[in-house]
């Protein structure tokens, strides 16, 4: 039943009306009666008796006789829901798109084949899974040449068998394209695959290029983003078998494709790809949970690697793709940290300026070339937070004490959370009325470069307007972490600025979050050979600096991971946080069989009145922690205990 009660988390027994008989299959839409209200459920299974010894009652209605729930994501989402402490009506609620009837109406005929919009296109059927693609393997192995261990991985494809990669891209690199060649390389073998990417933007590269590896009509395109009829289009076109490969984003990691050979996600470490709603899963462990589950290859690519992915590599359940030394000196831009002694011999001020000499200088020499200049600002807005002038105080609304900040150079600053103006702001420590940046945004740093730099044209990337391209002339594009477009030929400087607001962030991934966002900037870059620099605004000694100018992203990984290791982090470890007010969170504590060796951290803070206990055990423990949690909750939820209690397993942030 679709009840996400946690002590109602297991099936019931119905019968089927005669007139059901038929067309009553499992995986159907049914409506049934249950505590007097009429409800959503599935049929699971048929069976001939059931062990229940009370009454049974009948189904109310079967919704629509189109199968949509198909068994093997039925044990996935049971795996997803074990494993997240949560329920499984929850799963199946994010795996399945709400049933939209005049689509399902349409038979094959209105099936979404290959189309990132849903529209339909000339129909394939399932025997034209192992196709021709438009380029072929020698042309799909051409791109994975520059890694030793590549050919061998899309070899490995075609022959049907399921290898297990983690995937360090290079600089520059296609990574739609090759992705795009393993499932090419998958679809040879009569096999289907599931790709998630970020965001609609990855999509559309991604969308693009399978296009152009498999053809039209071959492949479908999930995403939250599309209408409602758009995607249960697609969604039935994947599960009716009508074409063997669906990409998207975290839409798709439940996408129903029928003999599953591959499953890849790019950018794992990209908290997109973690579900905002319970139970909390991450598409990267979906994904995984899939390939254990189906015994199908892997794919987990990016220019950083995150600490998972290392673990899955030092495990030996994944092996590396990774490129040799003399590809990657030739493929990467030329890195220039600020911070080292002979550049503070020259510019003192480089330390403590926003937009050092040499940055300054690298934006000109690209500009002179007639090439963009990319700057990144991990702040939108014009000053997203401000201080007082004199004593350096931050500056806080009067009424709900949210930071203020200045939407424009004229503009009275207003406060971030409530909206409340303070035009008549003072300062309560010294008492002072003029206000100075604490962090620079983007539309700012774009005026201050616009002023810099008078004759090249400025353009901004960001929440309003986000840049999918921009043409190889001189200009300067601000844009903030994941909104960087693409530019012909490359960059010829990329400017990493304000690194500072993301490393000192209160993160456990901080470090490996920054490094994440420079290296996709920084791959945006022309190579060094041909003039591409990278200039960093931060210590050229921090480990994360490090990594970047050697292009080194597994080395980071590790060692990341080995710190986390020593301190008990994930994922290391397995830790589950509570979330609620401090007297639900006890009484949920005070429920849950903890199993021995789990040890409770905090409480620490939530906001809102609320505090959080984080749980941490060992990953041999994490299924029987989550069981507690979840049978826990199921007893709070039996008795209608009136304060909720979020549950979150392996948050993506723990603080």
């Known amino acids: 039943m679709d009840v996400p009660l946690a002590h109602l988390d297991r099936p019931f027994d119905y019968l089927v009306p005669t007139e059901y008989d038929e067309t009553a299959r499992p995986g159907t839409r049914v409506k049934v009666r249950f505590s007097g209200q009429l409800v959503d459920g599935w049929v699971l299974e048929r069976v001939a008796e059931s062990a229940h010894g009370g009454r049974l009652a009948y189904l109310q209605r079967l919704v629509s006789p189109e199968p949509v729930l198909a068994p093997e994501i039925v044990r996935l989402a049971r795996a997803v829901a074990d494993r997240y402490a949560g329920g499984l009506a929850d799963v199946l609620r994010l795996a399945v798109p709400p049933r939209h009837a005049k689509v399902e109406k349409e038979g094959d005929a209105g099936d979404a084949l290959g189309t990132g919009d849903g529209r339909p296109t000339a129909a394939g059927g399932p025997d034209t899974a192992g196709g021709t693609a438009a380029g072929g393997p020698d042309t799909a192995d051409d791109g994975w040449r520059p890694y030793p261990t590549g050919p061998a991985f899309l070899q490995a494809l075609r022959d049907g068998r399921s290898p297990r990669a983690v995937w360090s891209a290079l600089a520059g690199e296609d990574w739609a394209a090759r992705i795009a060649a393993a499932i090419g390389a998958t679809a040879r073998s009569g096999r289907g695959a599931v790709a998630v990417v970020a965001d609609a933007r990855d999509l559309d590269r991604l969308d693009a290029a399978v296009t152009a590896e498999l053809g039209a009509g071959r492949h479908v395109a999930l995403s939250a983003a599309l209408g409602p009829a758009k995607r249960y289009r697609a969604f039935l076109a994947a599960r009716r078998g009508r074409v063997p490969v669906v990409i998207g984003t975290r839409a798709a990691m439940f996408a129903p494709v029928s003999r599953l050979g591959l499953v890849a996600i790019w950018d794992d470490g990209d908290d997109l790809h973690g579900e905002p709603r319970a139970p909390y899963p991450h598409a990267r462990e979906v994904l995984l949970t899939r390939a254990q589950q189906a015994d199908t290859a892997v794919l987990v690519g990016g220019y950083a690697r995150t600490g998972e992915a290392q673990l899955l590599v030092e495990t030996g359940w994944a092996r590396e793709i990774v490129a040799d030394r003399v590809t990657i000196r030739a493929r990467t831009p030329r890195v220039v940290p600020i911070g080292d002694d002979p550049q503070l011999a020259r510019d003192p001020a480089a330390e403590s300026a926003r937009l050092p000499s040499i940055a300054w200088e690298a934006a000109r020499a690209a500009l002179g070339v007639d090439a963009p200049v990319l700057v990144q600002v991990p702040r939108r807005g014009y000053l997203p937070s401000v201080s007082c002038a004199t004593c350096r105080t931050p500056a806080r609304c009067a009424t709900c004490q949210g930071p203020l900040a200045l939407g424009s150079a004229r503009a ?107 290296m996709a900037a920084a791959a945006l870059a022309r190579p060094g050979e041909t003039g591409g620099r990278v200039v960093v605004v931060a210590d050229g000694g921090l480990a994360a600096v490090q990594a970047l100018l050697r292009w080194d992203a597994a080395w980071f990984a590790a060692r990341e991971l080995a710190e986390r290791r020593a301190l008990g982090f994930p994922p290391a470890v397995r830790m589950a946080s509570v979330t609620g007010v401090p007297a639900a969170v006890a009484d949920l504590l005070t429920e849950a069989r903890l199993p021995a060796g789990v040890e409770q951290l905090g409480p620490v803070p939530a906001g809102e009145g609320q505090e959080r206990m984080l749980l941490r055990t060992a990953r041999s423990g994490a299924v029987e922690l989550a069981r507690a949690l979840h049978a826990a909750a199921g007893v709070r939820s039996a008795r209608k205990a009136n304060q909720p209690v979020r549950i979150q397993v392996d948050p993506h942030e723990l603080f």
Do not use: I, K
């Not at 300067?476 to 972490?481: F, M, R, S």
């Not at 030929?489 to 600025?497: D, K, S």
């Open 412 to 518: 009275v600053p207003a406060c971030r959370w409530c909206g409340r103006p303070a035009a008549a702001y003072a300062c309560p420590v010294c008492g002072g009325r003029r206000l100075r940046a604490a962090v620079t945004g983007a539309r700012r740093t774009a005026e201050e470069l616009g002023r810099a730099f008078p004759g090249a044209p400025v353009r901004t990337s960001g929440r309003d307007e986000v840049l999918s391209a921009v043409p190889a002339q001189a200009a300067l594009v601000v844009a903030t972490p994941g909104a960087e477009p693409v530019a012909d030929g490359g960059y010829g400087a990329v400017l990493l600025l304000d690194t500072w607001a993301l490393l000192t962030r209160a993160d456990l991934r901080a470090s490996e979050e920054a490094l994440r966002r420079w």
